[in-house]
């Protein structure tokens, strides 16, 4: 089945600098990557997603982009703010699976003012 | 539209006794998923549904039940509870093609003593 791998488990940064978060997969069909959001006593929250026909996809201040070839891809998020203070995970799903989502082990982010 | 809901939101056990952690969802989406979150270890699939009467394994099933009598609901059952099983549980349901979001539920807290 798929694997995947997150890291940094945590990542500390200073308000206003950016933050990246990477991610590998093991599953060559795997076709569909997803970056969810958890805060506090909260289910996770789908920020951004990309499919694997797509190199690059940006919203805002977060952009994701995949390397289909090296199986990994990335979470950018620039201008961090205290409210970006979170869990972040990352997720792979293959085909049609439509219901079954693989999760990395996800990173703590902490944004200091 | 309440999204995902679960019931209930905390739940304390003994060693042996059984529950259903009830999820309920009003998108009238046709796949649902259970996962358990256990520190360090991002999220685990347990069951999921690809619609009214369809079941299947996840990566971690074993001391889990699910049914899917209705569209709307996936209730997740524990036979006889173990100490293994101290989670938070999610619930999520995904509408499918061509939207791929799996929105979740608020969790479930669940201690086995």
């Known amino acids: 089945g798929e694997n995947v791998e997150q890291h940094p488990s945590t990542l500390s940064v200073q308000e206003g600098d950016s933050a990246v978060i990477k991610c590998t997969y093991s599953?060559?069909?795997?076709?569909?990557f997803p970056w969810y959001k958890q805060e506090l006593g909260k289910g996770p929250q789908l920020i951004i997603d990309?499919?694997?026909?797509?190199g690059e996809k940006k919203d805002q201040r977060i952009a994701v982009t995949l390397n289909k070839t090296a199986k990994h891809f990335s979470l950018h998020i620039t201008e961090t703010q205290p409210e970006d203070s979170a869990v972040y995970f990352c997720?792979?799903?293959?085909?049609?699976?439509?219901?079954?989502?693989?999760f990395g082990q996800g990173t703590i982010l902490t944004v200091h003012p | 539209n309440a999204g995902v809901t679960q019931t209930p939101k905390f739940q304390v056990l003994k060693t042996g006794q059984s529950m259903t952690l009830q999820c309920a969802q009003d998108?009238?989406?046709?796949?649902m998923s259970w996962y358990r979150q256990d520190p360090g270890m991002g999220l685990r699939l347990i069951h999921y549904?690809?619609?009214?009467?369809?079941?299947d394994q996840g990566e971690v099933p074993n001391g889990y039940n699910v049914s899917r009598s209705t569209t709307e609901d996936f209730p997740l059952r524990l036979l006889s509870a173990a100490p293994s099983q101290t989670s938070v549980y999610f619930c999520?349901?995904?509408?499918?093609?061509?939207?791929?979001?799996?929105?979740f539920g608020p969790g479930t807290r669940l201690t086995v003593l």
């Open positions: 997720a792979a799903r293959t085909g049609t699976s439509y219901g079954k989502l693989t």
């Open positions: 599953d060559s069909a795997s076709n569909y």
């Open positions: 990309i499919r694997s026909n797509v």
């Open positions: 998108m009238n989406h046709e796949y």
């Open positions: 549904s690809v619609g009214a009467g369809i079941t």
């Open positions: 999520a349901s995904c509408g499918g093609a061509p939207y791929n979001e799996q929105f």
